[in-house]
């Protein structure tokens, strides 16, 4: 956790130019600061936080009573995105993502739903002086909490099993694993759709689409 924290906060760092030779951890608590020697820079990453920041989106989204499509994102977004890649993608490929769509959506059943972020990473997080304030609400929709904390688990930014644990469930719970891979297939169809318009992104999506295959294939070797 703590090795993931800090290459984060090292790649900010070098994205803004900041050349960062020996991070030293200085506390690891709710957040982890590390000096960015030998530059006079300390960097607090978030670890537990963004956890506890989901719980209390949830509590004041429990009560929305406006309509929101159920899993709109999740199911009808890609299977649209889906028939738009129909002369982008090998059959082959394109089939692997169709089957494990409706895979998924036959297990996506009605279970209990509210309100929920739906883009529940940490780069939808702003830092206040009254605290994390959550935005970018373009995917929100009704859907079991279980989706928002899916893609609070995959997130790279931060240690996502212990953000889960903050918000008080369990990173391993089947549910929460059968969201994750929705989120990831969901990734994936996006990025591949980005693409089809920008060319020059090819090569992303595709390793996108090869690392999808390789996580879907499991230990086994074979696609589920």
């Not at 929305?64 to 082959?92: I, T």
């Not at 996506?108 to 939808?124: M, T």
Request: hydrophobic content about 45%; some cysteine.
């Amino acid at each position: 956790m703590n090795r993931e924290a800090v290459a984060v906060a090292v790649l900010v760092a070098e994205e803004h130019g900041i050349r960062v030779r020996e991070p030293v951890i200085l506390k690891d608590s709710y957040n982890l600061r590390v000096h960015l020697r030998p530059a006079p820079v300390v960097a607090r990453v978030p670890t537990v936080t963004a956890g506890r920041a989901l719980a209390e989106l949830h509590e004041a989204l429990r009560g929305f009573p406006g309509e929101l499509p159920r899993l709109g994102p999740v199911l009808d977004e890609p299977a649209h995105l889906l028939r738009l890649l129909a002369g982008s993608l090998e059959p082959s490929e394109l089939g692997l993502l169709r089957d494990e769509h409706a895979r998924l959506a036959s297990l996506l059943g009605e279970e209990p739903a509210q309100a929920v972020h739906g883009d529940a990473h940490p780069g939808n997080l702003l830092a206040t002086p009254g605290g994390l304030l959550w935005n970018d609400f373009e995917e929100t929709m009704t859907a079991p909490a279980g989706w928002d904390l899916a893609c609070l688990l995959r997130t790279g930014r931060l240690d996502g099993r212990e953000a889960v644990r903050a918000y008080g469930a369990d990173p391993d719970d089947p549910r929460l694993l059968l969201y994750a891979e929705a989120r990831a297939l969901q990734g994936t169809v996006w990025q591949l759709a980005k693409a089809v318009r920008f060319p020059d992104f090819a090569p992303t999506a595709r390793d996108a689409l090869a690392s999808w295959r390789r996580s879907a294939a499991g230990p086994s070797g074979a696609t589920r």
